[in-house]
């Protein structure tokens, strides 16, 4: 499991949560690690997490993927400092919560920017290096991209997307060497929530609820999701592409009761 060695991976959405538990995942496997967020100060401090477990400094790269210089700034300091890419985690995501009858475009747009926009421009600018290496891409989904759930309209519709980008830039790129995957998660102990509004005393009603929509009776952990990255971006995962694993305690087999 240590064949991550040496390999270059470009992880978006690293400075908190699935992004920073996955940068110190494939730190750990001695990957070469170019790390993407808004936030420099948490970006700085997953770096240092990443050399305390024995990795060379990751390169870091403050971007805002819904700006598209941005995002072509990203691959191009990633590539000049490697050399190469074989790798890339779209891991980014908001979340805003709203139905059909309350969610304004307002917030739509910018849901569907950075999950679904965003994802696509990034993945399309790291395709031909990732053809040069036979790499791998790795989409972080969410277990509402394959089931719908009440009020948070706009993120299901965009982890549906990625979702469809998944399967379908597997067929587009299988004949190149190039493996796309995504994981979907259940909920996972994160500040997703908290950032779309929700209060520390709703958040934790929330999880208590979960333990009724999991079967597994408990929310996930962020590095169980990272373990499933890194996984899929591995040569154990060799003969694996357009598959959708789904890192949920069971919440996509579980019937409402």
Do not use: W
Request: glycine share 10%.
């Amino acid at each position: 499991m240590d064949d991550l060695s040496g390999k270059v991976a470009l992880i978006t959405g690293a400075s908190s949560g699935i992004g920073a538990a996955t940068a110190l995942r494939f730190a750990r496997r001695g990957a070469k690690l170019s790390l993407s967020g808004r936030n420099e100060v948490n970006l700085q401090r997953v770096g240092d997490e990443c050399v305390r477990v024995g990795s060379e400094r990751p390169l870091v790269v403050v971007a805002e993927l819904s700006c598209e210089p941005d995002v072509t700034n990203l691959v191009d300091t990633t590539v000049k400092k490697f050399g190469r890419l074989d790798i890339l985690v779209n891991n980014a995501g908001i979340l805003d919560v709203g139905t059909i009858e309350t969610t304004s475009l307002e917030q739509y747009d910018p849901v569907m920017g950075v999950n679904v926009r965003a994802a696509f421009q990034l993945t399309m600018l790291c395709v031909p290096h990732l053809i040069a290496t036979s790499g791998n891409i790795v989409n972080v989904s969410s277990v509402v991209g394959t089931r719908p759930a009440p009020g948070v309209l706009a993120y299901c519709m965009s982890k549906s997307a990625m979702d469809q980008m998944t399967g379908c830039t597997a067929l587009e790129l299988a004949s190149k060497g190039v493996r796309v995957n995504s994981v979907n998660p259940g909920v996972i102990v994160t500040d997703l929530h908290s950032r779309a509004g929700m209060t520390g005393e709703e958040y934790t009603k929330f999880r208590e609820q979960c333990k009724e929509t999991h079967p597994l009776g408990r929310v996930g952990d962020a590095d169980e999701v990272a373990q499933a990255i890194a996984f899929l971006a591995s040569s154990s995962a060799s003969f694996i592409t357009g598959e959708h694993l789904h890192v949920d305690g069971g919440a996509q087999v579980a019937c409402p009761r």
